[in-house]
């Protein structure tokens, strides 16, 4: 089997499953892509922040007053919003590929009552194309749901664990 006749399976199998199959597959990659992005960040650029708080915090004579409290809990949240940048928009994306999903499997069954009402369902061929497409956008949408729920997962675990680390560094011990 050469590239050729695979990308014309793979052309078949989008083809069979619709419009929605492509809307899925689109929102798929761009919500591994900002998770991608995200574990990116955690492992690289992340370390240069967290070390310049850091550095601010310890040049700090005091740490003990309410100022330097509010000082502190200033730069965690900055931290933090940087850590936590587009967590909920990859939720919301996990959360949309399974009803993405449903409403391929609502177009695909419309499109086989309609096959039924125009020829009185003697055509079930035309059926079978209907139903093709109400059942491969359901099983994509669910694949890609899963799969997103395994990498927001990961992704917030390493989340709460930077922004745990950060506020354990910096310490209110002078």
Not at 24 to 30: D, E, G, K, Q
Not at 33 to 59: D, H, P
Request: hydrophobic content about 50%.
């Amino acid at each position: 089997m050469s590239f050729l006749d695979a990308l014309a399976d793979i052309e078949n199998f989008v083809n069979s499953g619709g419009q929605i199959l492509r809307a899925i597959a689109v929102l798929t990659f761009v919500m591994w892509a900002m998770l991608f992005e995200r574990f990116w960040f955690y492992k690289g650029a992340l370390g240069n922040i967290v070390a310049s708080t850091l550095e601010q915090w310890e040049l700090r004579s005091e740490r003990n007053s309410w100022n330097a409290k509010k000082i502190r809990i200033a730069q965690i949240s900055r931290v933090s919003d940087k850590i936590n940048v587009n967590l909920d928009l990859i939720g919301v994306m996990v959360t949309l590929c399974p009803l993405m999903g449903l409403l391929g499997t609502v177009t695909g069954m419309i499109e086989v009552f309609n096959v039924l009402a125009i020829t009185g369902g003697g055509d079930a061929k035309s059926m079978a194309a209907g139903v093709s497409k109400a059942t491969i956008p359901t099983m994509a949408g669910m694949v890609a749901a899963l799969s997103g729920v395994f990498g927001s997962s990961y992704i917030n675990k390493i989340a709460q664990r930077e922004n745990q680390l950060l506020e354990d560094h910096l310490t209110m011990d002078h």
